[in-house]
Structure formats: C-alpha cells, structure tokens
C-alpha cells in the first residue's frame, strides 16, 4: 500500500460524518464522550418525528461544540409556513449554517413534493446558510424512476450556478466501491459539477445491514449481502467498512478528477458502536488484508 493511498484514507476518516436521531441523541444526553469535535453530525427527520425534537437535538448538539446538519425532508413539510419556521428555527435558535435538503420517505404530507422546490424558496439563502446536502442515489431508488433522478441532478447542478452556498451530494449507502465507481461514471455524463459525500454503514451485524438494504430497495446491496450471508454463522458477526473506505481512497488517488471529497457514517449497529470503531480507527488499527493502515 502506497504512501498516498494511506494518507488519502487517514484524510477520509479526519473529515467524516456521523448520522444520528433525536431519540438517540435523548437516549445518551451528551455526545462529548462519545464523537470527536471534528466530526460533523446529521440529525434524520423521520416521516413521523416531531419538528421540535429535531430542533431541540440541533440546539443541544451546538451547545456541545459540534457542527450539526439537520434534515429538511421536503415532502414531510405541511406548507411553506413550515417550512420557513423551521428554516428560520435552525438558523437563529440553533446556530446551524448547514442543512441537507431531501425529498424524504413516506407520502406526501403537504404542498411540497421535492427538494428543488425548497432551493427556489431562496430561504436557504435568506437564513444564511452556507452548506447544503442534497441526496443521492448510487444505487437507485424504489420510489423514483431513473429519468426523474437524471432530471434531478441536472437541476440541482443548474441551481447550484447561482447559489450563494456551496451545495453537495450526500449519498444512500452501498456496500461496495463499484457502485460509487459506476454511479460517478454516469454524473459525469449528466455534467455533474457537485462534491459527493459518500453514505458508508458502520461497524453493524450482517442481518442488520441486510434489513436496512431491504427496507431501502437498494439492489446491489441487497445482492453484495445476501452472498456474504450464505454461510448462516456470519449473520450474527459485525461487519466493519474498512475494506469499502480503502477502497474508496484507493479510487479517490487513481481518479484524481473525482468530486467524492468525503465519507459520511450511517450508525445502523448504533452510535456507540460506530463511534467506538472510530476512535480505534484513530489510533492507526484500520486494516485492510491484515495491513494496518499507520
């Protein structure tokens, strides 16, 4: 392993995210022990959470020193007077300057179908934030058709041209480099111009990772798994991302053109877990085919 392809890892996990929930963040009370200052922390929007806990949790989190990213799920927003409190909430009550825009899960539960429409509210620019997420999808997605994902990426990257924040792709997880590889392949063809941040599990069981996969519909994923779990004694065995995050620096320092700038940590197995690994990863025990990464 090259000199280059160690630091390119070591810079993936420097500047990594971590995902969290309201309900979890409650369940601990406090991240300081548990995540470096470093790392930047999304809060999910979940079809049946409440504003208000994702806001308090945002609150508490900035409070701690932390960089937070709420969700703001588009379709889970009941109206633009919503939609602008919680914008404005995040902002001014929260201190956020950073936020991803999804179309989210579930129905439609008001006027606003997809993320675009809260991009051309221009609120994101009137509450000054300067960092904003938009998804992405290397795997598809079950609930939209490939032509509406291509129309989307094309205008996300036309808004981005007169944004006055930076915008970027954060990614539904895959399992295995060659989506991230393909998937890039084709943005390049739609003239993508923007960063992605790729969505990786962290350290989770077998079983565990399969179920999210499938509630997901992401079908590579699903088969990547489903052929790693055919011996039944590997369900139970956690799984950690070390191979997929070489893999990924690997990529990053033979394609030096290529717009994947960092990893984001979806914590399926739970934060602890993940952030645990981390720290390890921290003191230099990453491997990869029993080399360590130091």
Request: glycine share 6%; aromatic share 10%; charged share 25%.
């Amino acid at each position: 392993m090259t000199n280059t392809n160690i630091e390119a890892v070591q810079n993936l996990l420097a500047n990594c995210s971590i995902e969290t929930t309201p309900n979890v963040y409650a369940k601990y009370g406090n991240f300081s022990d548990l995540i470096d200052k470093a790392s930047d922390i999304y809060i999910t929007y979940l079809p049946d959470e409440g504003m208000n806990k994702v806001i308090d949790t945002a609150k508490k989190l900035t409070v701690e020193g932390y960089t937070v990213i709420p969700h703001l799920p588009a379709r889970t927003i009941a109206n633009y007077d919503e939609l602008e409190k919680y914008i404005q909430s995040l902002s001014e009550d929260c201190g956020c300057s950073k936020i991803l825009v999804i179309g989210g899960g579930g129905s439609q539960k008001g006027s606003i179908a997809s993320s675009i429409e809260i991009l051309e509210t221009d609120l994101l620019s009137k509450y000054k934030f300067k960092e904003v997420g938009l998804a992405g999808h290397p795997e598809g997605n079950p609930d939209v058709n490939q032509v509406d994902l291509d129309n989307a990426i094309i205008q996300k990257n036309q808004f981005s041209k007169k944004a006055d924040f930076k915008m970027y792709l954060a990614t539904q997880f895959f399992f295995e480099a060659k989506s991230l590889k393909k998937w890039e392949l084709h943005l390049k063809s739609l003239n993508n111009n923007l960063e992605i941040h790729a969505g990786i599990p962290g350290p989770a069981t077998l079983k565990t990772l399969l179920s999210y996969a499938t509630s997901c519909g992401i079908g590579n994923s699903i088969r990547f798994l489903s052929k790693q779990a055919l011996n039944i004694t590997k369900l139970a065995t956690t799984r950690s991302p070390d191979k997929l995050i070489y893999d990924l620096a690997s990529y990053q320092v033979e394609n030096p053109e290529t717009k994947l700038k960092k990893i984001h940590f979806y914590a399926f197995g739970g934060i602890k877990k993940t952030s645990d690994w981390l720290k390890t990863v921290n003191k230099h025990d990453l491997s990869y085919n029993g080399q360590k990464f130091e």
